[in-house]
């Protein structure tokens, strides 16, 4: 939602959210579920997809560890490629 400017209201995302809420039961669910999966399916298809994680590593003892004292390698998608 951060991404919305106040004046996109009528944006696709603000849309499915709307939509959201007027979930009133199991069958509403299943079936905005099941709208939801084919919009990300629909988005994704043609398109790379990224994510961007934020870690906060400390040890045992709450002291809290700096980005250039540890190495992460993050390994993904079927073939664990980096």
Same mark, same amino acid.
């Given at each position: 939602? $951060? !991404? &919305?400017?106040?004046?996109?209201?009528d944006?696709?995302? &603000? *849309?499915?959210?709307? =939509? +959201?809420? =007027? &979930?009133?039961?199991s =069958?509403?669910? $299943?079936?905005?579920?099941? /709208?939801? =999966? *084919? &919009?990300?399916? /629909?988005? #994704?298809k043609? !398109? @790379?997809?990224? +994510?961007?994680?934020v870690?906060n590593? *400390?040890?045992? #003892?709450?002291?809290?560890?700096?980005? @250039?004292?540890? @190495?992460?390698?993050?390994?993904?998608?079927? #073939?664990? #490629?980096?």
């Amino acid at each position: 939602m $951060q !991404s &919305v400017n106040e004046n996109e209201i009528d944006a696709a995302i &603000v *849309q499915d959210i709307l =939509k +959201c809420f =007027k &979930v009133n039961n199991s =069958k509403d669910y $299943q079936i905005r579920a099941n /709208e939801l =999966k *084919q &919009v990300t399916h /629909e988005n #994704q298809k043609n !398109s @790379d997809r990224f +994510c961007m994680l934020v870690f906060n590593i *400390q040890d045992d #003892q709450g002291t809290k560890i700096g980005k @250039d004292d540890y @190495d992460l390698f993050l390994l993904a998608g079927k #073939q664990y #490629q980096p």
